[in-house]
């Protein structure tokens, strides 16, 4: 028998920002849909209307396109599909597999009091199920009349009431490719809500059917639906269908491990776009937090990602997302980059800060002091705070930070004297014949690198940490260097 062409899909809320936890379940849908020749789908479950942001959505669409997870088909939004809703939730009324409750919010709220204070499972007594079996007429009148309602599914829906104890004992029974064969025993399952009042369906009936006419073989989403799945395959068994494959992924947490969120840093996909993490290295990081390769291999592109996954080495424990690892793999990315590439990338960076002022600068300017920080960049946020002073006409800083160790301001002044002496004479100013000339002068005068370079590249810079002076005299020029120079010198007076 030929199998089933492999479908996965995404289906976020329009609820907010994309979190990046949410990216990585689309990454391993992606990932697990392509390397089986599949297709990965996209599906905006915007039921919820309370909680819908306007705008949501396309940024959603926005994230996973710079993520580079490209969706096969045109995205399935729910709201469109209110009428292939309704259509099924009446097919189970008709088949007695649901039903309608006209219960109001009062009823169920006092339903749940008295559960709680007689230390019962709090779920719906099935009070409408009697009303619907037993006294049609009214409910027919309540519909006739306008009376809300919501339906409601039976569960369990086979013979219940003739063979009670049988029944409701019967598990429901799958095998997750994470956790592997479960079980939940059917009466702690409510008879869940499938339509709402507003006639929205609820998000446990929708996915139900929208994962049936989608035709997904494979759902991956996070743990925290886990519970949830009996309540879909009881749906699934309801109508006849063969329910998808499940595989429920680990949370990602964060330094006080518990689930990643927005009291722990920032957690959406948007915010680490911002900061100037590139979308191939975040992809990366992520893919690593719940698969591990089984190799020593740390860098990976999308096209080794999609060969090399496997369901079978994901993790059951979450993983706890760690920055300085994501700076690292981004920052591997970043040294890699042809400098315009890596220009380009910071110019908006630098333009937030300096504005019109950077018109004063060419492009070759700052493509140098841009090239410069290269292999120090972790995001291309950073840029900024590295590369200010050479944007700066006057630097503030502290004279004390001029002074090399043991060294006093009398002998840190007279140093860097003679060092605008020397730097007056070369003539060729280029980093390869600075650093020769001044390495030179300082054998000569028997000096030490440190007390020399130290207040020199401080002069030129006016930080603790910062590229090697002769890096620095390089991207300056002679004139800005040597004021610089003076700048410091006038400071220890």
Same mark, same amino acid.
Request: charged share 30%; net charge neutral; glycine share 6%.
């Given at each position: 028998?030929?199998?089933?062409?492999?479908?996965?899909?995404?289906?976020?809320?329009?609820?907010?920002?994309?979190?990046?936890?949410?990216?990585?379940?689309?990454?391993?849908?992606?990932?697990?849909?392509?390397?089986?020749?599949?297709?990965?789908?996209?599906?905006?479950?915007?039921?919820?209307?309370?909680?819908?942001?306007?705008?949501?959505?396309?940024?959603?669409?926005?994230?996973?396109?710079?993520?580079?997870?490209?969706?096969?088909?045109?995205?399935?939004?729910?709201?469109?599909?209110?009428?292939?809703?309704?259509?099924?939730?009446?097919?189970?009324?008709?088949?007695?597999?649901?039903?309608?409750?006209?219960?109001?919010?009062?009823?169920?709220?006092?339903?749940?009091?008295?559960?709680?204070?007689?230390?019962?499972?709090?779920?719906?007594?099935?009070?409408?199920?009697?009303?619907?079996?037993?006294?049609?007429?009214?409910?027919?009148?309540?519909?006739?009349?306008?009376?809300?309602?919501?339906?409601?599914?039976?569960?369990?829906?086979?013979?219940?009431?003739?063979?009670?104890?049988?029944?409701?004992?019967?598990?429901?029974?799958?095998?997750?490719?994470?956790?592997?064969?479960?079980?939940?025993?059917?009466?702690?399952?409510?008879?869940?809500?499938?339509?709402?009042?507003?006639?929205?369906?609820?998000?446990?009936?929708?996915?139900?059917?929208?994962?049936?006419?989608?035709?997904?073989?494979?759902?991956?989403?996070?743990?925290?639906?886990?519970?949830?799945?009996?309540?879909?395959?009881?749906?699934?068994?309801?109508?006849?269908?063969?329910?998808?494959?499940?595989?429920?992924?680990?949370?990602?947490?964060?330094?006080?491990?518990?689930?990643?969120?927005?009291?722990?840093?920032?957690?959406?996909?948007?915010?680490?776009?911002?900061?100037?993490?590139?979308?191939?290295?975040?992809?990366?990081?992520?893919?690593?937090?719940?698969?591990?390769?089984?190799?020593?291999?740390?860098?990976?592109?999308?096209?080794?990602?999609?060969?090399?996954?496997?369901?079978?080495?994901?993790?059951?424990?979450?993983?706890?997302?760690?920055?300085?690892?994501?700076?690292?793999? =981004? /920052?591997?990315? !970043?040294?890699? %980059?042809?400098?315009?590439?890596?220009?380009?990338?910071?110019? @908006?960076?630098?333009? +937030? &800060?300096?504005?019109?002022?950077?018109?004063?600068?060419?492009?070759?300017?700052?493509?140098?002091?841009?090239?410069?920080?290269?292999?120090?960049?972790?995001?291309?946020?950073?840029?900024?705070?590295?590369?200010?002073?050479?944007?700066?006409?006057?630097?503030?800083?502290?004279?004390?930070?001029?002074?090399?160790?043991?060294?006093?301001?009398?002998?840190?002044?007279?140093?860097?004297?003679?060092?605008?002496?020397?730097?007056?004479?070369?003539?060729?100013?280029?980093?390869?014949?600075?650093?020769?000339?001044?390495?030179?002068?300082?054998?000569?005068?028997?000096?030490? =690198? /440190?007390?020399? !370079?130290?207040? %020199?590249?401080?002069?030129?810079?006016?930080?603790?940490?910062? @590229?090697?002076?002769? +890096? &620095?005299?390089?991207?300056?020029?002679?004139?800005?260097?040597?004021?610089?120079?003076?700048?410091?010198?006038?400071?220890?007076?």
């Amino acid at each position: 028998m030929k199998q089933p062409k492999i479908r996965t899909r995404m289906a976020p809320s329009p609820t907010g920002m994309l979190h990046i936890g949410g990216l990585r379940t689309a990454l391993y849908n992606y990932l697990f849909a392509k390397q089986n020749d599949g297709e990965f789908l996209l599906r905006i479950e915007d039921t919820d209307r309370a909680r819908f942001v306007p705008g949501a959505k396309e940024k959603i669409f926005e994230m996973l396109t710079w993520a580079d997870l490209n969706w096969d088909g045109e995205p399935a939004i729910q709201s469109e599909r209110l009428e292939v809703y309704q259509k099924y939730a009446q097919q189970l009324i008709d088949e007695d597999k649901a039903y309608y409750c006209f219960c109001t919010s009062e009823e169920l709220e006092e339903m749940r009091a008295s559960q709680q204070k007689n230390n019962l499972l709090v779920m719906y007594n099935r009070k409408c199920k009697e009303l619907n079996e037993k006294h049609k007429d009214i409910v027919e009148k309540n519909l006739a009349d306008g009376k809300p309602y919501v339906i409601r599914m039976k569960v369990p829906y086979y013979d219940t009431d003739k063979i009670l104890g049988k029944d409701k004992e019967r598990p429901v029974k799958f095998k997750d490719l994470v956790w592997g064969d479960l079980s939940f025993y059917r009466y702690a399952i409510d008879d869940q809500i499938l339509i709402k009042s507003d006639g929205f369906p609820t998000y446990h009936f929708a996915v139900v059917v929208d994962d049936h006419e989608m035709e997904i073989t494979h759902i991956m989403r996070g743990e925290e639906w886990l519970p949830s799945t009996p309540k879909h395959i009881l749906l699934y068994q309801a109508f006849g269908w063969t329910p998808p494959v499940y595989c429920h992924l680990p949370n990602i947490l964060g330094e006080n491990k518990k689930k990643l969120s927005k009291r722990t840093g920032d957690v959406s996909v948007e915010d680490f776009k911002n900061k100037g993490y590139l979308p191939e290295a975040l992809i990366n990081y992520i893919a690593l937090l719940g698969w591990n390769p089984g190799t020593e291999q740390e860098i990976f592109s999308l096209e080794e990602l999609i060969k090399q996954f496997d369901v079978n080495k994901l993790h059951k424990s979450g993983a706890i997302f760690d920055y300085k690892k994501l700076d690292n793999i =981004n /920052g591997q990315y !970043l040294r890699k %980059l042809p400098a315009k590439q890596l220009f380009d990338f910071c110019l @908006p960076y630098l333009a +937030e &800060i300096y504005g019109d002022a950077l018109q004063n600068y060419s492009d070759e300017y700052m493509t140098k002091v841009i090239s410069l920080e290269q292999e120090r960049l972790k995001k291309l946020s950073d840029i900024v705070g590295a590369t200010q002073f050479f944007f700066s006409d006057i630097l503030e800083y502290d004279a004390q930070l001029l002074i090399w160790k043991k060294a006093n301001a009398t002998e840190t002044k007279k140093k860097l004297m003679e060092t605008k002496k020397k730097l007056m004479e070369i003539k060729k100013w280029e980093r390869d014949t600075l650093e020769k000339e001044m390495l030179s002068f300082i054998k000569e005068k028997n000096y030490t =690198n /440190g007390e020399v !370079l130290w207040p %020199l590249r401080v002069a030129l810079s006016g930080q603790q940490n910062s @590229p090697g002076p002769f +890096e &620095i005299m390089g991207v300056l020029g002679k004139n800005e260097s040597l004021r610089r120079v003076e700048s410091a010198i006038a400071m220890l007076c």
